[in-house]
């Protein structure tokens, strides 16, 4: 017997409903937000990830999922111009689009959001597969700092549209390229006696990018960087003065975040705000979702010089921790049981006329008994059920049954679809 691939998981007909639920409310707040979904491919060349995301970062080094002449290699080290990876995240991907596509042209600020599988080759755990979905957006044309407001708002909007609480808000502003680099080159400094004591990993990232160490998991290495005391001091006048109207205005839309200088992301790209939303409930990887500012990312990918911000919420973690009875919604289903071969026949054009007036409706197939055609519609959470036998066949009727009261009554086949259009608008 085949088994799925480890790290990837089947999406079953039971558990459908819930991802569209969460997919039909992102849709809606996007909306609301003038945000228009776009599509990108599932493979991009592996360039474009290395330049982006950093040679040393690690979902470069160690996730990837790279294809090099038709043969799919995990973490192979082959990284030249005829490789090609998975994605591993949704920025860069839009980012090329947006300048291979010329999008800025015709619409000067561009909004855009998207919704779909991503791919890592690291060690499944809970919240984390090596194929995972994320939900998201991107902003391009802009360094206006009440975008920021907007986007972190956004995501706000869209956990409370999930019907998910509980969770923290963190934000932070790693400054311009030059503050990003006093603040690695202080970080440096302020380590270099105390590199023994890092992880292993902690250790190779304290000789590439060091503000990485700020986002290790390692109960040491995280004590070791409380220890250091850091504030925002590396943040030159115009970056400070771009975070001060970011917290205004979040604060003037009553939005509950915390200020967490430790804060960084593990990305080259990111410049000024990130910002984080973390969910206890999810154990040591915490993070539902985060995003940030990335103003450079765009010139260096060979597009203008433009600012830029975006966000991603991984959909497995939402869906651990949104509440089971979140979303429930009662199902609107007309089930048809036919008793004898006359019957079946009528029930073809009842479930023709249901099914044409949008209301959702099924039968048995299966030949069972009365008894147990009821209980698979009580399995399917019908709402109505419409018997027809002999004698309704008669009659010209059926009998419908309200699941939800357990009213049963005879009424005119030629009434049927009013009625239950009627019954659910009540």
């Given at each position: ?186 970080l440096r400094k302020n ?221 005119k086949q030629e009434e ?11």
């Open positions: 017997m085949f088994r799925k691939t480890p790290g990837t998981k089947d999406i079953l007909p039971d558990e459908v409903s819930c991802w569209q639920e969460i997919e039909e409310a992102t849709r809606n707040i996007f909306s609301l937000y003038n945000y228009r979904e776009i599509r990108t491919p599932i493979i991009e060349e592996a360039a474009l990830f290395n330049r982006s995301l950093g040679e040393s970062a690690e979902i470069v080094q160690k996730q990837m999922f790279l294809i090099k002449k038709d043969k799919p290699r995990p973490c192979a080290q082959e990284r030249g111009k005829d490789a090609y990876a998975l994605r591993p995240e949704g920025t860069a991907s839009i980012v090329r689009a947006y300048i291979e596509n010329n999008l800025g042209k015709a619409a000067g600020l561009i909004k855009v959001y998207y919704i779909g599988p991503m791919f890592r080759a690291e060690r499944p755990q809970k919240g984390r597969l090596r194929q995972f979905h994320h939900l998201g957006c991107e902003v391009l044309g802009s360094q206006a700092p009440n975008l920021d407001v907007e986007v972190i708002t956004l995501a706000d909007n869209l956990l409370k549209a999930y019907e998910i609480d509980g969770y923290k808000i963190t934000i932070n502003s790693l400054g311009c390229a030059k503050d990003k680099q006093e603040f690695t080159r202080d380590l270099t006696d105390k590199l023994p004591k890092l992880c292993a990993d902690c250790q190779e990232r304290f000789k590439g990018n060091v503000l990485r160490i700020l986002d290790c998991k390692n109960e040491g290495c995280i004590e070791l960087v409380k220890g250091l005391n850091i504030r925002q001091g590396h943040l030159c006048p115009e970056c400070k003065g771009h975070f001060d109207k970011v917290s205004a205005g979040l604060g003037s839309l009553k939005i509950d975040y915390a200020v967490n200088p430790y804060l960084v992301r593990g990305l080259d790209y990111y410049t000024r705000t990130v910002f984080e939303i973390i969910h206890n409930d999810l154990g040591a990887q915490n993070a539902l979702g985060a995003g940030g500012r990335y103003d450079n990312l765009v010139h260096d990918l060979g597009g203008p010089d433009l600012g830029a911000i975006g966000f991603a919420f991984g959909v497995e973690r939402l869906l651990l921790v949104r509440s089971q009875e979140s979303g429930v919604r009662s199902k609107k289903l007309v089930y048809l049981i036919t008793l004898g071969e006359e019957a079946k026949k009528e029930g073809l054009k009842i479930l023709d006329s249901l099914r044409k007036a949008q209301i959702s409706s099924d039968t048995d197939y299966e030949d069972k008994s009365l008894k147990g055609a009821m209980r698979r519609a009580n399995d399917l959470a019908a709402r109505f059920v419409v018997i027809i036998g002999e004698d309704e066949i008669k009659k010209g009727a059926v009998t419908l049954k309200d699941m939800a009261s357990g009213e049963q009554k005879e009424i049927l679809v009013n009625y239950v259009t009627h019954s659910y608008l009540r």
